[in-house]
């Protein structure tokens, strides 16, 4: 099975910060990477796939990038409703596994 | 707007059976791969099966293989997953998902979950 490593596994940053989180594929998985959002008590929510394709309605400050085995997502300017976790998935094939996580709280 | 309302979860023993439903509107059903993944206690996400927008492939983790099956009735809109020998391991938050359209493998529509906690 593909391994996915994230980094940071949490992050504190202030509104209007820019921050970067990456995630590691244990082999090329080309740009088969998908990331989501979840909030404290919710379902999460896909953000990004294809690597560097926004979902519908997500917000311009969120870009992701990378190919291969390395990917970053970056949020410019972070609003209050961006803290929260971050999952990264690679979907290349099955078995589609996800990073653990990484937390992104209000410093 | 898309809809996933998942049902079935429970408390069940060691060795125990559940099924799980889903029930999907909002969009035309029959025509999307649909899933479902797992979150546990420890907040990691797990993917657990897929099916095809007909109901003829499905996959399976080595983790459940044999154990789960992933099913559907595209004239009721609605997603199964039904679990036997279940294991404490199991235990945790299931979601109901939609696979996202072209080669798909992400999941672009979440339900609210259903929680299954496997314990004697």
């Known amino acids: 099975d593909i391994q996915m490593t994230q980094s940071p596994a949490s992050l504190s940053a202030s509104v209007g910060e820019t921050v970067t989180i990456t995630c590691r594929a244990s082999?090329?998985?080309?740009?088969?990477l998908a990331w989501y959002q979840q909030k404290q008590g919710k379902s999460p929510q896909l953000l990004v796939y294809n690597a560097k394709t926004l979902a519908e309605g997500v917000p311009s400050r969120f870009s992701g990038s990378g190919s291969g085995t390395q990917f970053s997502l970056k949020i410019n300017s972070l609003q209050p409703e961006d803290f929260g976790s971050y999952y990264c998935q690679h979907h290349y094939g099955t078995p589609y596994t996800f990073g653990g996580g990484t937390k992104l709280e209000i410093k | 707007d898309v809809k996933l309302v998942e049902s079935g979860g429970g408390l069940v023993k060691p060795g125990g059976s559940l099924k799980l439903s889903c029930a999907a509107s909002g969009f035309t059903f029959s025509s999307y791969t649909m899933s479902w993944v797992r979150q546990t206690p420890e907040k990691r996400l797990e993917w657990v099966a897929t099916?095809?927008?007909?109901?003829?492939?499905?996959y399976y983790p080595d983790s459940v293989k044999g154990r789960f099956t992933i099913s559907r009735d595209n004239a009721k809109n609605t997603l199964y997953l039904q679990m036997s020998s279940l294991k404490s391991e199991d235990t945790a938050m299931y979601y109901c998902t939609r696979d996202g359209l072209g080669r798909g493998g992400y999941f672009d529509y979440w339900g609210q979950g259903t929680t299954l906690t496997v314990s004697s």
């Open positions: 099916i095809s927008s007909g109901g003829s492939y499905t």
């Open positions: 082999e090329n998985i080309y740009s088969y």
